[in-house]
């Protein structure tokens, strides 16, 4: 596809289930980002990839929080154990270069994100 | 730390009418700006950036937005406000393009007929 793929768009899990979150890149696309947005506020930084290497997981709010990215195409964030705090939309961004030197000006495209909700 | 504010929370105008939404960074350098619109239920859409060179910049579906570098500012107008441009708006800064967003908490825009 043209764009950021992600599935599912809706995810209603009960607390305490493992859940699993897809992102399907632009093709080609070397950065792949992953944001968390509660209702009401703008997006917050969770993790980055940059091919298949996770270069910083700064932003998991806790060990609960997993990613990955094994080929360097598609990514799943993961959680476990999941508590009525995860409940938010989660978004994938992707953009062409590294976002050194010659790439530095491409921009991140996002998809549709997911709404997970836990009840 | 990088950091965005967006003063309004809500911002209501009537169709035809001009728009400006502010936004204020705190950066130690001169980061990327970028202005996006999310639709209920969709991702962000990307308006326009700055990086450097000319501090007015154009973007899609008419928006402009200014940089001003003494006020730490970076603003998104429009002058003639369509309908279909209600949806919330989001301010952001980065080290360089394809680096992590930090994002302001949005505005919501509403058109009234």
């Known amino acids: 596809g043209a764009g950021v793929s992600q599935s599912p768009r809706y995810k209603v899990a009960k607390r305490g289930q493992d859940v699993a979150l897809r992102c399907d890149p632009i093709?080609?696309?070397?950065?792949l980002f992953w944001y968390q947005q509660a209702l009401g506020q703008g997006p917050e930084f969770l993790t980055y990839?940059?091919?298949?290497?996770?270069?910083?997981k700064s932003g998991l709010p806790s060990d609960r929080f997993f990613a990955e990215r094994p080929e360097g195409s598609v990514s799943t964030l993961k959680i476990q154990r999941t508590q009525q705090e995860d409940s938010a939309v989660y978004l994938c961004?992707?953009?062409?270069?590294?976002?050194?030197?010659?790439?530095?000006?491409?921009?991140?495209?996002f998809g549709d994100g997911t709404r997970l909700s836990i009840l | 730390a990088q950091s965005v504010t967006q003063p309004d929370i809500h911002i209501t105008v009537s169709e035809g009418a001009s728009l400006e939404l502010r936004c204020n960074y705190s950066?130690?350098?001169?980061?990327?700006l970028f202005w996006y619109v999310q639709s209920p239920g969709q991702g962000l859409q990307l308006l326009l950036k700055?990086?450097?060179?000319?501090?007015l910049v154009q973007g899609i579906k008419g928006f402009e937005a200014e940089f001003k570098r003494s006020q730490s500012s970076f603003n998104l107008r429009k002058p003639s406000v369509h309908w279909s441009d209600a949806a919330e708006y989001f301010c952001?800064?980065?080290?360089?393009?394809?680096?992590?967003?930090?994002f302001g908490g949005g505005t919501r825009l509403m058109v009234k007929p």
């Open positions: 961004a992707s953009s062409l270069g590294s976002g050194q030197g010659a790439d530095s000006n491409q921009p991140q495209h």
């Open positions: 093709s080609g696309h070397v950065s």
């Open positions: 990839f940059q091919n298949e290497a996770q270069l910083d």
């Open positions: 950066y130690g350098a001169t980061p990327y």
């Open positions: 700055y990086f450097s060179g000319d501090t």
């Open positions: 952001a800064v980065a080290p360089w393009a394809g680096n992590m967003l930090t």
